[in-house]
């Protein structure tokens, strides 16, 4: 028995991260209208366009540290950043308990799982238990620039 041998393409994309600009509302709704995606969210999802509208310029646009994370300069998502410490040796990932993907996301990404915070957040009208990961850069199997 014969066996066929199929060749993979490696695809390559370059992920960002950057400020959200309002001419890419279209690219936030793809994601934030979906109660799958905000339920993890501080803020509820949005069904209006001039709602988004209205949220990136009211509220994201006054704190610099929340970032859009692009995919080929396509917004996917969003993070908070703190901003450009050179004294940094920690970096730190806290996620909802419940959300098993982004748990492994970090966990893929080199972060060690740390522990649990119970009843830590208070969003959307209940208490929730955080996950908290973290890369310690002295340890990090990534090289970090200076």
């Not at 279209?26 to 501080?42: G, S």
């Not at 300069?73 to 908070?80: A, P, T, V």
């Not at 929730?128 to 620039?145: A, N, Q, W």
Request: hydrophobic share 40%; charged share 30%; with cysteine.
């Amino acid at each position: 028995m014969g066996r066929e041998v199929m060749e993979c393409t490696k695809i390559q994309a370059e992920i960002t991260l950057r400020p959200f600009e309002l001419s890419e509302v279209d690219d936030f709704m793809d994601w934030a209208r979906n109660n799958e995606v905000t339920k993890y969210c501080r803020w509820n999802t949005y069904t209006s366009k001039d709602e988004a509208v209205n949220f990136l310029k009211e509220v994201i646009s006054l704190y610099p540290w929340y970032r859009a994370i692009c995919v080929d300069n396509r917004s996917i998502g969003s993070i908070f950043v703190m901003p450009d410490m050179p004294y940094l040796d920690r970096i730190e990932g806290l996620v909802f308990a419940e959300n098993k993907a982004s748990q492994r996301v970090l966990e893929k990404a080199g972060f060690l799982r740390e522990g649990l915070l119970r009843k830590y957040f208070f969003v959307k009208g209940k208490s929730r238990d955080i996950v908290v990961f973290s890369i310690v850069v002295s340890t990090c199997p990534i090289e970090m620039e200076n």
